[in-house]
């Protein structure tokens, strides 16, 4: 499967954004996927992840109650709601899918190119 996030942007601290994750067949709907990001000098970290229907989902502790991630297969997509953006939010971010549900691991499959999220103070 393949995957294209878009949506981020440069944002206040406080605001909001919200990406998607697109991908481009319908075997979207047998993955677990989830995002991603990357912020300069910095390793890759798990944000947030979904099941394949959606059922189970988690969050990186820095993230919770702030961010909501969801899906809906029949459009293929993936999207990811970021409120109350906070400075130390600032990254590229990225989804991924893998086959089976994998919280708070980068270990997954099929990567999509990175969409760049600044949040300004």
């Known amino acids: 499967v393949q995957l294209q996030a878009s949506g981020g942007g440069l944002v206040q601290a406080g605001g909001s954004l919200r990406l998607s994750c697109a991908a481009s067949?319908?075997?979207?709907?047998?993955?677990?996927v989830g995002w991603f990001r990357q912020a300069p000098g910095k390793e890759r970290e798990p944000v947030a992840a979904?099941?394949?229907?959606?059922?189970?989902?988690d969050y990186a502790d820095s993230v919770k109650g702030r961010f909501t991630i969801f899906r809906d297969n029949a459009q293929k997509t993936m999207w990811m709601q970021m409120n109350s953006l906070k400075p130390e939010d600032t990254a590229v971010y990225y989804c991924?899918?893998?086959?089976?549900?994998?919280?708070?691991?980068?270990?997954?499959?099929?990567w999509g190119q990175g969409t760049l999220v600044t949040v300004s103070s």
């Open positions: 991924a899918a893998t086959q089976y549900y994998s919280p708070h691991t980068t270990k997954y499959h099929y």
């Open positions: 067949d319908a075997t979207f709907g047998d993955y677990a």
């Open positions: 979904i099941s394949w229907n959606g059922g189970r989902v």
